[in-house]
């Protein structure tokens, strides 16, 4: 097309180019037409905000997949998002126009109006950019007396056409007659124009598509269009979703215009850029306007040629980092079988389709498990973009990135998992954040639980950074303007808000973990005051865990645990007396959880007897070193009291047992009694199940008098109890690990005669049961355990040393003499 031709475009008016948004194709074709018509200003669809942000886009730290962000200013939880990827067309025509020194400006509603309207029903808040092609209402909020659907049935404008043109699937419908159609000289226009008149139609058949908020989106779009073609003499370039050219190209009425803006809500906003993920850009992430495969999109856009060619290369380099064989040979043949596909099916190019199906053939041998990692990795991708330190943002945020850079913590959207030493100060920092952000419900780390050590220096973190914690971030931004103020102040207030005892204690515990002396005062009162007046035995038995776990972080950290030691004993001592009488008289289900709650605060009792023992900071008052021998007394008691229920005696039992405070045979003599046939089976079978349940199996096969108690008490069941105890052992004995049922099966196969003779005969056929240590097969393993221990190596060492001093004693009687 000639310069004059042209210079003609804007002769009928602004230059409308209607676009698909995320759409490489509609992408290129902007930036073609933009070279071509040269306007003096760009109209961009997005809310007039953001104007003052356009500049940022030229900074060379400013990387694609980001967002425009807008959040109210007194309830920063209320937030819409505007991506925008390097393939979107909005973020091409504003590169454009900041290179070519043309303003740039967005016509939209604005966020002030957008926040303040509400949420739609059906549509996820701020998505902002629109439908595929700006049918989509971009999750722009909706009054309650805003315009009504014309009609209610919501179009999607992309299947509509597709489904005219004879395509099942919109997706490759706009790949063929967008995406593949190439660059193409002297036809920039074409795709726009025929956009428009499709969209024109569509408009005609269904008005406003369902979506009750363009008809007011769109008069302030014309009026934001009418003033610039006042100020720029009709030089006018638009971009937005072609749902909205034929609206934009209506003849309307001032007048009229304003009346639809007129008395719209507002808020007080602020704007700025965040990092954005190709991930989020997914239609499957929820996004209204996204698009079923960013990474291929971008995949097309990026491409300088072969872009088939290009894909598969990518692909056979991920499928060999996951050390599968993938080789010159099956790109060969990919590309060649992607090539036939697309002329089998009439397709002007091999689109994600085909390709998919020659990787599913060729480097996936038809399964469709590593192609799933394919598509999670390259199709939607991982890509997260990067905003300059320059953006506006909250306080708080500015600390989170000075912190992030100094513990070098870099934000990623692809997951990962992180060993941290809390003996080494960066790692030791890092933790610190992460337990903090966790605090103000930044959610970038999750704790595992650490694969090397279970001691408390190490910790290991699932970290993922996802574009809303942004958000989460601005909202957190109410608690302070640094990440340490702002977690001291919320924990304070949730502390003071807490409605049980256990969250106070949980909440002590994480103040501990993300080292904040000056939150811990404060919830240590509320902790006190609470468990002096929670009379409830299960509460406290909840919340005695976790205030002894806490108490183990005062080594690493070095926290002064004094106060909380002081709160774990008494709480402990009103359990020990509260117990008993709180386990009389329960029913099955409340026996179950109150047998629970005694493993919880058996485990506390150990931990809390052994920082007494130890004599550390943080070690409970004098007096507390025979927590244990008091804890022991009351498990005696639950043991022997009748009115307890059979899981809980049995339980205490057990933990007797194997604390050493109860012999092999008082065991065996309690549970014969517990089996006698004066005991109804429902009962036997509670006490069986406290007794052997958790881990129990191997006591069975170790102490085969126990295994012929159960066994006779079993064989001896009535017929008619048999079934209502099966469940309550179908749940104890399928617990065990498989090899500890396979061995208690052949245990019981071989009958009382057998285990009476064992001693007789050596192993009875079970290696492993001989009534004696079988020295040989000990001695098997010491090779093994030696290597290691490293034992051999320091033995070599010894060997190597002494040869050496050997040498140079010769040495020195041969220089001697």
């Known amino acids: 097309m000639s310069g004059s031709e042209w210079g003609r475009a804007f002769d009928s008016g602004p230059l409308l180019l209607g676009v698909r948004h995320h759409g490489p194709g509609s992408a290129r074709a902007v930036r073609a037409a933009l070279d071509a018509a040269r306007p003096q200003v760009v109209l961009l669809e997005g809310p007039p905000e953001a104007d003052a942000l356009i500049p940022l886009a030229a900074d060379e730290n400013m990387r694609p997949p980001v967002a425009l962000l807008a959040h109210a200013v007194e309830e920063p939880g209320r937030s819409a998002f505007w991506p925008l990827a390097e393939f979107s067309p909005e973020w091409v025509a504003i590169r454009w126009a900041l290179e070519h020194g043309v303003p740039a400006r967005f016509i939209d509603l604005p966020a002030t109006h957008t926040l303040a309207w509400g949420s739609e029903e059906g549509e996820p808040p701020g998505a902002g950019g629109g439908g595929d092609t700006g049918a989509d209402t971009d999750g722009d909020a909706d009054a309650a007396d805003g315009p009504a659907p014309v009609p209610d049935v919501r179009v999607d404008p992309i299947a509509v056409l597709a489904e005219t043109a004879g395509y099942d699937d919109p997706e490759r419908w706009w790949e063929d007659v967008v995406e593949h159609r190439g660059e193409q000289l002297g036809v920039a226009l074409a795709p726009f124009a025929a956009l428009e008149e499709a969209m024109g139609a569509l408009r005609e058949t269904y008005g406003a598509g369902g979506h009750r908020r363009d008809r007011v989106r ?100 991920l499928l060999r980092e996951e050390d599968r064989i993938v080789s010159s040979a099956h790109v060969i043949e990919a590309v060649r079988l992607a090539e036939t596909l697309a002329a089998m099916r009439g397709r002007p190019l091999a689109g994600l389709s085909e390709t998919t199906d020659a990787v599913r ?28 330190d320059t953006a506006p ?24 998992e992180s060993e941290l030493d809390l003996r080494k100060e960066t790692d030791a920092g890092r933790s610190r954040l992460l337990h903090r952000l966790r605090l103000l419900g930044v959610g970038w780390g999750e704790p595992r639980e650490s694969r090397g050590s279970t001691g408390t220096f190490r910790e290991t973190w699932r970290l993922r950074w996802e574009p809303e914690l942004s958000v989460r971030v601005a909202e957190a931004g109410v608690w302070g303007t640094t990440v340490l103020g702002a977690a001291t102040a919320k924990a304070e207030a949730d502390a003071v808000a807490a409605e049980s005892l256990a969250e106070v204690t949980a909440l002590a515990e994480r103040c501990l973990l993300a080292e904040l002396p000056d939150a811990l005062p404060v919830v240590m009162r509320v902790l006190a005051d609470r468990a002096a007046l929670d009379a409830d035995v299960g509460h406290l038995a909840q919340a005695l865990p976790a205030l002894v776990r806490s108490l183990r972080y005062g080594d690493v950290r070095g926290t002064d645990t004094r106060a909380l030691a002081e709160v774990a004993a008494g709480l402990a001592e009103r359990i020990f007396v509260g117990l008993p009488p709180a386990c009389a008289a329960l029913d099955a289900d409340a026996a179950e959880e109150m047998r629970r709650h005694l493993d919880e605060v058996h485990g506390a009792v150990g931990l809390l007897g ?208």
């Not at 704007?271 to 499957?284: A, F, I």
């Not at 041998?365 to 598509?375: K, T």
């Open 610 to 817: 052994e920082a007494s023992a130890d004599g550390r900071e943080g070690a409970p008052a004098p007096g507390a070193g025979d927590l244990r021998a008091r804890w022991r007394s009351v498990l005696r008691v639950l043991s022997g009291r009748d009115t307890v229920p059979g899981v809980i005696r049995g339980r205490a039992v057990r933990l007797l047992l194997d604390e050493g405070e109860l012999g092999q045979d008082e065991a065996a003599r309690l549970m014969g009694l517990v089996l006698s046939p004066g005991t109804p089976p429902p009962d036997a079978a509670a006490w069986i199940e406290g007794f052997v349940g958790g881990g129990g199996g191997m006591l069975l096969v170790h102490d085969e008098r126990l295994l012929g108690l159960v066994d006779a008490w079993l064989t001896g069941v009535p017929t008619e109890a048999f079934t209502d105890v099966l469940p309550l052992l179908r749940r104890t004995f399928s617990a065990y690990e498989p090899g500890v049922r396979r061995t208690l099966g052949e245990l019981v196969r071989r009958g009382p005669g057998a285990r009476g003779s064992a001693a007789s005969g050596r192993g009875a056929g079970i290696p492993g049961f001989d009534p004696e240590p079988d020295a040989e097969r000990a001695d098997a393993v010491l090779p093994l355990v030696r290597l290691l221990l490293g034992l051999d190596e320091e033995e070599k060492a010894r060997e190597e040393k002494a040869e050496r001093e050997k040498a140079d004693d010769n040495c020195f009687v041969g220089v001697g003499t």
């Open 218 to 317: 769109e008069a302030c779009m014309r009026l934001q269009l009418r003033a610039a073609q006042r100020e720029f003499t009709d030089a006018v370039a638009v971009v937005c979703g072609a749902w909205h050219v034929p609206a934009l190209r209506q003849k309307a009425s001032v007048a009229a215009d304003r009346a639809l803006l007129k008395g719209l809500p507002k808020a007080k906003v602020d704007m700025t850029w965040v990092p954005w993920t190709h991930r989020r850009l997914s239609r499957s992430s929820g996004y209204g306007a996204g698009i079923a495969s960013p990474g291929w999109y971008g995949h097309l856009f990026g491409a300088p040629d072969r872009p088939v060619e290009r894909w598969l290369t990518k692909v056979a380099g």
């Open 393 to 416: 943002a909250v306080p708080l945020q500015r600390d989170l990135a000075r912190l992030q850079r100094r513990l070098r913590l870099k934000p990623e959207a692809l997951e990962r």
């Open 361 to 388: 053939a060729v480097m996936c041998d038809g399964s469709d498990v590593p192609l799933a990692l394919v598509h999670d990795r390259l199709v939607v991708g991982d890509l997260l973009g990067e905003v300059p």
